[in-house]
Nanobody
């Protein structure tokens, strides 16, 4: 298993930036794909960004393209989500998730970190 802990959330004004961090512990972090998801109040959880285990492939939700950047440092067992040009509609709890490269679903989740963007 892998344990995930997010940090870096907070309150920011529209147009500002935040960098979320995801600290992983447990089994070999580099064997896991990493994803970021979010859940806004009253809405279902949605995909934000994804990176393969070696960082060779990334994917973003349309809402994140051009503004958010996912990255990882396997040597430090860390993943990041750099969020720029934040909008009020980005307000949500953001979750880091991991999945084994042999599965299709994200099975390990952090507790989430709150991001609030004021207008």
């Amino acid at each position: 298993q892998v344990q995930l802990v997010e940090s870096g959330g907070g309150l920011v004004q529209a147009g500002g930036s935040l960098r979320l961090s995801c600290a992983a512990s447990g089994r070999t972090f580099s064997s896991y794909d990493i994803g970021w998801f979010r859940r806004a109040p009253g809405k279902l959880r949605e995909f934000v960004a994804y990176m393969r285990e070696q960082g060779t492939t990334t994917s973003y939700a349309d809402s994140a393209k051009g503004r958010f950047t996912i990255s990882r440092d396997n040597a430090k067992n860390m993943a990041y989500l750099q969020m720029n040009s934040l909008k009020p509609e980005d307000t949500a709890v953001y979750y880091c998730a991991a999945r084994s490269v042999t599965t299709t679903e994200f099975t390990f989740w952090g507790q989430g970190t709150q991001v609030t963007v004021s207008s």
